[in-house]
């Protein structure tokens, strides 16, 4: 399966304070991205991080990429409450037309 | 701009009925996706079209299809609903990378 997997499952965390999600993937990608979903919502994209980039910043967020371990980390910095969600890796799907395979997701909890 | 929008929100079936989930996108997007995603199995793509008139299977498309008649619209049917049908379903839209998605209808089939 060319499925990306997150670990943790799912996270609780204290506001202020940071939270990491890892994602592996198993074949090689041309860019991976990273998706929240609030409850009962649809996915909304917060990046996208391209093979040739070891890093890369939006706001709170750290993307970090390790195209030789296969792997990915999402780093929220100084937690919310309102980051309180699921969140997906997302890498290329063998089936092409910009088709995506999600990974199963890390449930993240900010408590207040 | 609405984005993507998704008709109906909720819908309960009984086996062996038939329905169609709409799902329309005001952003000229080429390409659109249908996706269920069930507990701890994340999101699974049941078919795509990379155009008006055009579609595809996805992982798993049986008991499903679908059709794109105009370039904002993507219709999915089922034609004899099963209890494993039963699931939350997304539809999604994208230019290049980025897909945007669809609030979801959540159907039941008992």
């Known amino acids: 399966s060319q499925q990306g997997e997150e670990d943790p499952q799912a996270l609780s965390i204290q506001e202020g304070e940071n939270a990491t999600m890892n994602c592996s993937y198993k074949?090689?990608?041309?860019?991976l991205q990273w998706y929240r979903q609030n409850s009962g919502r649809g996915l909304v994209h917060l990046i996208l991080i391209r093979s040739n980039e070891r890093e890369k910043h939006s706001g709170r967020l750290r993307v970090t990429l390790d195209t030789s371990k296969k792997s990915s980390s999402l780093l929220i910095t100084a937690s919310r409450a309102a980051d309180t969600a699921s969140y997906f890796c997302?890498?290329?799907?063998?089936?092409?037309?910009?088709?995506?395979?999600f990974g199963t997701g890390t449930r993240l909890t900010v408590i207040p | 701009n609405a984005g993507v929008t998704q008709t109906p929100k909720f819908r309960v079936l009984k086996t062996g009925q038939s329905m169609t989930l709409l799902c329309a996108q005001d952003m000229n997007h080429e390409y659109m996706y249908w996706y269920r995603q069930d507990p701890g199995m994340g999101l699974r793509l049941i078919h795509y079209?990379?155009?008006?008139?055009?579609?595809a299977k996805g992982e798993v498309p049986d008991g499903y299809n679908v059709s794109r008649l105009k370039k904002q619209n993507f219709l999915l049917g089922l034609e004899s609903a099963a209890p494993s049908q039963t699931s939350v379903y997304f539809c999604?839209?994208?230019?290049?990378?980025?897909?945007?998605f669809g609030p979801g209808t959540r159907l039941t089939v008992l």
């Open positions: 999604a839209s994208s230019y290049v990378n980025e897909q945007f």
């Open positions: 997302a890498t290329l799907s063998r089936l092409g037309a910009n088709n995506l395979f």
């Open positions: 074949t090689s990608i041309n860019n």
């Open positions: 079209s990379v155009g008006e008139g055009t579609t």
